[in-house]
Structure formats: structure tokens, C-alpha cells
């Protein structure tokens, strides 16, 4: 009986030594073609991210990033840069222009979270340019198509803000408009 059991536990123990690295590497982002591979382009669009400091909100019509994957295992990492329409601070309405928008890095960690590091400017009418940056928590649903960020941004520049809050909500498409599922 001793053997028997010393042969059902080398026997677990090989199908655990096999499924482990295959979980360790599962794939994270697909479309309905299958698995995206790097290399492959995501957009990423909010209508909802807002930025507060302690001089306003900072909102936009829209946030949209062009991201390229660079892996999708786990975690998967996609970076590329973005733009924003219709922004304005909210306090007095003040136009605003989102000079820049690079983001450093998404990891995707699986299990619903990750993080963005990311980098954007704003020129507040002309008058006055803040630079905001951080890396910010992500969690999204599995089989998603959506992640949320929420977090600090540290802020810079002459009469700006040295912090800021930011929040939204980011819908996944391949350029032809496929949902990107995120598992």
C-alpha cells in the first residue's frame, strides 16, 4: 500500500510540475480571431476619465490610446501613446489641451488586476502647462472588454498641482473594432 501511494503522489506531483508553467504563461488578451500575438494593435477609449487636483477636474469627451502588445502571457504588457478631445476644467470651465499622452506600460496581471504607468500634459488656455505621471492600479472583470484605473498622479510645473486623482473607464478594441476580451 506504501508504494502505492508513493506512486499516486510522483504521479501528481509530474502533472503539477506540467500545469504550473502552463498556467504561469496563460494567455490574458484575445479577440474573436483567438489569441493576439505582440505586435498586434488595441485601442483603448474612455468617455469618462476625469483628473482632480486641488485647482479643478479635468475631464474630457474622450481618452483614447494607441497600444501596441508587446507579450500576452501573464502578466500581458502593452504601452503606446493616446489623445484626449474636448477637455476642460470643470471648476470654470477653462478650455484645456492634452499636450501628451504616453503610456510607459499596462501590465495585466490576471485574476481582474494590474497597473498603467503612464505620463500626460495639459496647457491649461494657453497660460499654464502641468506635467501629471504615476503608475495606477487597473482591475477589470474577466471576459471583459473593460479596465478600470484609479489612483494618484504626481504633478508638476510652475503654479501647478503636485497631485491629482484619476479615475475612468477604458473600453479594448482591435483596430477593426473586435472586442479585446481580457481573461
Known sequence: MSKKMTLLAM???AIAAFVAPAAANATILTDSSGTLQPGATVFATSTNTETTT????ISCAKVEFDLTVVS??????IFGGGEA???KVTQNSAPIVITLINIEEILINGGGTGEMTFTF???????????FSGTVPITYTPTTDLIH???????????????????GTFTLKTANGDPVTIH
Open 11 to 13: 504521479a501528481v506531483g
Open 54 to 57: 486641488s485647482t479643478g477636474t
Open 72 to 77: 500576452n502571457g501573464t502578466p500581458a504588457e
Open 121 to 131: 500634459v495639459s496647457d491649461i488656455a494657453g497660460v499654464l502647462t502641468c506635467h
Open 149 to 167: 484605473i484609479a489612483g494618484g498622479l504626481v504633478g508638476a510645473g510652475a503654479n501647478c498641482p503636485s497631485a491629482a486623482a484619476i479615475h
Open 85 to 87: 478631445e474636448g477637455c
